[in-house]
């Protein structure tokens, strides 16, 4: 059983800045890349932010120069910095793991998703 649970969330002014935390555990056998996505009341979830497990990155143009995501694998986590925060950054924030795991028997691959932590910006 794999598990991804986020921290970090919460309300903050426009200008402001929060930093997302995503911590991977259980039978990890490999991660490949991870990311952030967020889902405003309304609107469809839509990636924010992800990372390969080289280290490369990619980010929706609305968070460029604003966001950076980053990982530490020895910790199997992920993370979102957010500065420069604005309102319409409000939204449920994700994270996302493209994970191997299971034992040497039984290994499979598959996206996994943390439960959300809630983001308001306030103007």
């Known amino acids: 059983q794999v598990q991804l649970v986020e921290s970090g969330g919460g309300l903050v002014q426009a200008g402001g800045s929060l930093r997302l935390s995503c911590a991977a555990s259980?039978?990890?056998?490999?991660?490949?890349?991870m990311g952030w996505y967020r889902q405003a009341p309304g609107k469809q979830r839509e990636l924010v932010a992800a990372?390969?497990?080289?280290?490369?990155?990619n980010y929706t143009d609305s968070v460029k120069g604003r966001f950076t995501i980053s990982r530490d694998n020895a910790k199997n986590a992920v993370y979102l910095q957010m500065n420069s925060l604005k309102p319409e950054d409000t939204a449920v924030y994700y994270c996302?793991?493209?994970?191997?795991?299971?034992?040497?028997?039984?290994?499979?691959?598959?996206?996994?998703w943390g439960q959300g932590t809630q983001v308001t910006v306030s103007s």
């Open positions: 996302n793991a493209n994970i191997r795991a299971g034992s040497i028997l039984a290994r499979s691959t598959r996206d996994y």
């Open positions: 990372i390969t497990s080289g280290g490369s990155t």
């Open positions: 259980g039978r990890i056998f490999s991660i490949n890349a």
